[in-house]
């Protein structure tokens, strides 16, 4: 162990944003890779609101025992106003100096990011980020834990809502989750094979469905689905299919919109390898003098992006997906 990797002894891990499938085994991971290292693991309850609370617990290994198949996070999440005033970071401070923790994981959206990037920038205490979010929607890493989760419970829902549009000869609007990004809209819509998928990142899609509603529809298909962000900017899932029935009262359409499902659930095979990968390879960025980074796959290899710049830019929608789609519903 070098020099610098003394300088840690305690280490705080938590949860933060919307929960999603993952999170449990990534606390795991950062808890068991941490005591490998000899470090104290000290797990703070309810995100930023725990540690300005002060809701902060003693992790050893037999805690995370029987945690990784489990949805949601044990240590719980919140979104936390108060954090975003200097007088909140002042009093999650003093918390972490009372429990002497020295450095801190936490595993969170942008929004999570952009507190450590706040609260470093005034406490000398290191945050790495380790992201967790089934938006996939960040800056830097190809995948974010959560995602693929969501993306199979998404799948099985459409799946079962293809019966019933197929039997009555329906289309059926979907709205999946995502914030202000398409990915989980995109990728669904794909593996769902959705007739037309809105998402926030394109805005031609009223053509296409206008296309498929006035061609397609009425000469190849009896049914179809369109898969709707909930942050496309036609006005979500209820509002595009209002339009069509006044445009296409002959058609009859529903609307489906999936919610909180969407957050819940077992996490799956690749969530809980991503979540290990990534908080085994967070204690070990802390360990080697890293601050302010987060932990992100690229190409399935780690890498480590300033969150700086993870908070700043646009992760974007990938072109060859938007090609497929095109292609696929082009005949
Ligand atoms: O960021 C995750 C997410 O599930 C988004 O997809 C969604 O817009 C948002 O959180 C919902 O947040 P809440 O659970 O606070 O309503």
């Known amino acids: 162990m070098s020099e610098k990797r003394k300088s840690i002894k305690k280490i705080g891990v938590f949860t933060s944003g ?10 795991r991971a950062v808890t068991r890779a941490a005591l490998a290292n000899k470090l104290e693991v000290y797990g703070i309850r309810r995100g930023y609101q725990g540690m300005i609370e002060g809701d902060i617990i003693r992790l050893y290994s037999h805690d995370v025992s029987h945690i990784m198949n489990l949805g949601g996070t044990f ?5 936390s106003s108060e954090f975003r005033t200097e007088e909140g970071r002042a009093k999650a401070y003093q918390h ?7 450095a ?27 992201p967790g979010t089934i938006d996939n929607d960040m800056y830097g890493t190809d995948y974010t834990i959560g995602f ?25 609007f ?3 989750m995502g914030r202000e990004a398409g990915q989980l809209a995109l990728n669904a819509g794909i593996a769902c094979g959705a007739e037309v998928i809105f998402i926030p990142e394109i805005h031609s899609e009223e053509v296409e469905l206008e296309k498929f509603l006035s061609k397609g529809f009425k000469n190849k298909k009896y049914s179809g689905i369109v898969m709707v962000a909930e942050g496309d900017t036609a006005g979500g899932a209820f509002k595009i299919a209002e339009k069509v029935q006044i445009k296409h009262p002959e058609i009859e359409v529903r609307v489906s919109i999936l919610g909180h499902m969407q957050r819940g659930g077992s996490p799956s095979a690749v969530d809980r390898i991503a979540a290990t990968q990534m908080g085994v390879a967070a204690v070990e960025a802390l360990l080697d003098d890293q601050k302010s980074v987060m932990i992100g796959l690229k190409n ?9 710049k993870v908070v700043k830019m646009n992760r974007g929608v990938d072109n060859n997906m938007l090609n497929l789609q095109k292609v696929i519903n082009s005949v």
């Open 75 to 79: 240590l719980q999440t919140a979104r």
């Open 104 to 130: 801190v994981v936490v595993i969170g959206g942008d929004g999570s990011f952009r507190g450590a990037l706040d609260f470093t920038q005034e406490y000398d205490i290191p945050f790495v980020g380790i």
């Open 174 to 176: 979907v709205e999946v």
């Open 18 to 27: 919307g929960d999603a499938p993952g999170m449990n085994a990534a606390v």
């Open 300 to 308: 399935d290899s780690i890498v480590h992006v300033p969150l700086q």
């Open 148 to 172: 693929d989760t969501a993306l199979n419970t998404v799948i099985q829902a459409v799946d079962k809502i293809k019966d019933t549009a197929s039997s009555h000869g329906r289309i059926f």
């Open 96 to 102: 972490l100096k009372e429990f002497g923790i020295d």
